[in-house]
């Protein structure tokens, strides 16, 4: 965990693009360069699409959401990890909207646009490669322009990150998921 980052660029459900961060230390933990290189690659996609919403998969404890116990191989190093790449993004970017984990990115692999399902995973039919990462940031995405097209029409405050709570692509470290949409539709 904590070894990837899923970043992804979408409007409505077309795909405009998506890229892998790979942390290459060999430790559970990121330090701060894998961090500052995230933040730096999530800044180099939001700065590309003017008015663009940022969207991050936030965090919840193991425990919630669960109808059965945790088991961790990694003695919560993977949370860990996650919570350190959600928090510094937070830190960069503190206009992005927040979505709650919901097992983003476990859909079938036909509901995901092409580029985000690797050769090997489509004949195993497995899903667990490492663009597992990206499809989780294209279901935050599409989560996140759900919550706003909501608050929109509701005219209820746009959702920040104390109304939905936090989350980082959860089976994988740091999964800033991110979405980009335009702000003007949302005015």
Request: glycine share 12%.
């Amino acid at each position: 965990m904590g070894r990837m980052t899923g970043i992804v660029a979408r409007r409505g459900d077309v795909y405009l693009g998506h890229e892998l961060v790979i942390r290459k230390g060999r430790g559970t933990i990121p330090g701060p360069a894998y961090l500052q290189r995230v933040a730096e690659r999530v800044n180099a996609w939001y700065a590309n699409w003017t008015g663009a919403v940022l969207a991050i998969e936030g965090i919840q404890p193991p425990w919630q959401g669960s109808r059965r116990r945790d088991v961790r191989t990694d003695g919560g190093g993977g949370l860990i990890a996650l919570g350190k790449v959600v928090a510094a993004l937070e830190l960069y970017f503190p206009e992005a909207v927040v979505v709650m984990p919901d097992r983003h990115g476990r859909n079938l692999l036909a509901a995901y646009p092409a580029p985000l399902v690797g050769r090997l995973e489509l004949e195993r039919l497995t899903g667990d490669g490492p663009l597992q990462h990206c499809r989780s940031a294209w279901d935050v995405a599409g989560r996140a322009q759900t919550l706003l097209h909501q608050a929109t029409n509701s005219r209820q405050p746009r959702p920040s990150a104390g109304a939905l709570s936090l989350v980082v692509e959860g089976a994988s470290a740091a999964e800033g998921a991110r979405l980009h949409r335009s702000r003007e539709a949302l005015r």
